[in-house]
């Protein structure tokens, strides 16, 4: 971060064993450009994702988490656009973190140095921050397409190296190579939210906490279904809608409920600030959507205060009958 850029409101946190540090949350870029699951063009477009990238930097927010493949290229395109047309100071101390996709076609690890650089070019930097290796996904193994991430590492095409979507397993041979290469594994970006806690029961949260590698949270709000604003009556459309349909969404209104009330205890937080600063209280760092500054704004109401360990445990009771499984099964 430079001298000259104001300080932010929030405390940073460590980005694992890096030495570097990022704010407390993230905001997520997925929608950004992404017609089929966010329907980009359709009751939002760009001119609502500046405003929301302008309304972060305002709150004291300069981490954005995107990928390549997000609107196909667009959402990196769009923080490039955003931060050249901005004359906000912290637009100059941005934390871009982007992905790697493991294409099964990718076979050779040359394709990941190769997709870095498409990545800059679309984001008008000559290094990223943070980059992640999307998902663990065959026909290559993690230590092929690891081993490539040391090498950007090394080179200086990236601050630090992450990955995604890795198991307990993955997550430790991935950090076995890149130790091996002399770097940390930063961080491990997987779905967590009060609606999906399986990294809690499967020993990753426990084992990355003990390991120093921090958990990015994605989908904290459950693609907005913590916000309470879908109901059976008023199910998301599009693909969300499959995902949870009005039986499943009947089934939250206890614990959306319970949101609400200890919302209010703490002087009229929303549910979907309550979701957030429940996965602060579990030491991750949550990586919010959001398609507009109203957005942003609401979300980083969740910094700044606490739920206390009683609350928490209350909606770790509630949340146990809703658990979903993975967008992947
Ligand atoms: N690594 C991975 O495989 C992976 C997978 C998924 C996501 N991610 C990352 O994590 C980020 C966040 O996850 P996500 O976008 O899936 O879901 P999310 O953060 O749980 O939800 C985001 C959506 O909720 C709604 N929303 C957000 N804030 C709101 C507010 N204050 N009030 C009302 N509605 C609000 C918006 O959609 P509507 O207005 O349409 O409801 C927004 O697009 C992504 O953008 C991406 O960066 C990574």
Do not use: C
């Not at 709150?59 to 196909?72: K, M, Q, R, S, W």
């Not at 095409?157 to 307990?168: D, H, I, M, T, W």
């Not at 008023?234 to 995902?243: A, L, M, Q, V």
């Amino acid at each position: 971060m430079s001298d000259t850029s104001p300080a932010s409101p929030w405390p940073t946190v460590p980005l694992g064993r890096t030495g570097l540090t990022i704010p407390p949350l993230g905001i997520g870029t997925w929608a950004w450009g992404d017609r089929f699951y966010w329907g980009f063009g359709r009751g939002y477009g760009e001119d609502d994702l500046q405003a929301a990238f302008e309304a972060a930097l305002d709150a004291g927010i300069t981490f954005f988490d995107t990928a390549e493949v997000y609107g196909l290229g667009r959402s990196e395109r769009f923080l490039a656009r955003f931060a050249a047309a901005s004359s906000h100071p912290r637009a100059r101390d941005l934390f871009i973190a982007t992905k790697f996709f493991p294409y099964p076609w990718r076979w050779r690890q040359a394709a990941l140095p190769r997709a870095l650089r498409g990545s800059l070019r679309r984001l008008g930097r000559e290094q990223v921050d943070l980059y992640q290796i999307h998902w663990p996904w065959p026909p290559r193994p993690v230590e092929v397409w690891v081993t490539a991430l040391a090498q950007v590492l090394r080179q200086g095409r990236a601050r630090a190296g992450g990955v995604s979507n890795y198991n307990l397993d993955q997550m430790r041979r991935a950090q076995a190579v890149l130790e091996h290469h002399g770097f940390p594994l930063a961080s491990n970006q997987v779905e967590f939210s009060l609606l999906r806690r399986e990294i809690e029961v499967n020993g990753l949260l426990q084992a990355a906490q003990e390991q120093g590698i921090t958990i990015l949270a994605y989908s904290p709000l459950a693609m907005g279904i913590l916000t309470g604003k879908y109901t059976p009556e008023h199910p998301p459309r599009g693909p969300r809608g499959r995902r949870f349909p009005p039986a499943y969404l009947e089934r939250l209104r206890p614990l959306l409920h319970l949101m609400e009330e200890i919302g209010q205890a703490h002087g009229g937080k929303t549910p979907a600030q309550v979701a957030l600063n429940w996965v602060l209280a579990k030491g991750a760092v949550p990586l919010a959507g959001a398609k507009n500054a109203a957005q942003v704004r609401s979300n980083v109401g969740a910094l700044g205060w606490r739920l206390s360990a009683d609350e928490v445990a209350a909606l770790d009771k509630a949340s146990e009958p809703v658990q979903l499984g993975g967008l992947f099964g």
